[in-house]
């Protein structure tokens, strides 16, 4: 599939996220100090949408729903639904399970790209165990 064009890079401040539809799919793109980020839009737990939540200490994203959050970078979850007092009689059917990631590039023209066919944190561990096969 390839990057395509997101947004502007002006689109999104800086502490900020905002949901997008691509490609037939909802993301949501992050922008914190580290750069742009994208993952999917619904919450993992009960599939509501995170895009009401708010990015904690400029690398998670707290669910507003039931206070799952999950890592903005890699999607793998911090801390799972633990609100209100009693969610975790649910957790038993719906257990911690990460958001999918997307690759972005931002071009010199200060266009966010994304690459839907491409999940962010696999492609980073994919790179990783070519790393580790390759002989020293
Ligand atoms: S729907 Fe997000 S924590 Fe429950």
């Not at 949901?19 to 599939?47: D, R």
């Not at 903005?72 to 038993?92: C, D, M, R």
């Not at 690459?115 to 580790?132: F, G, L, T």
Request: charged share 30%; with cysteine; proline share 4%.
């Amino acid at each position: 599939m390839g990057y395509e064009f997101l947004c502007h890079t002006s689109d999104v401040e800086l502490g900020t996220m905002k949901a997008f539809e691509t490609g037939g799919k909802k993301v949501i793109l992050f922008h914190i100090s580290e750069g742009f980020f994208a993952t999917q839009a619904k919450c993992t737990h009960l599939f509501l949408p995170l895009e009401k939540g708010a990015i904690i200490d400029d690398c998670r994203i707290q669910c507003k729903f039931h206070h799952a959050e999950f890592d903005i970078k890699t999607g793998e979850p911090e801390v799972w639904a633990s609100y209100p007092p009693g969610i975790q009689a649910l957790n038993f059917m719906r257990g911690e399970k990460a958001l999918k990631t997307y690759a972005i590039q931002t071009s010199d023209d200060d266009d966010v790209l994304i690459d839907i066919s491409q999940d962010a944190s696999h492609s980073k561990k994919s790179e990783e165990n070519v790393r580790e096969k390759e002989p020293a």
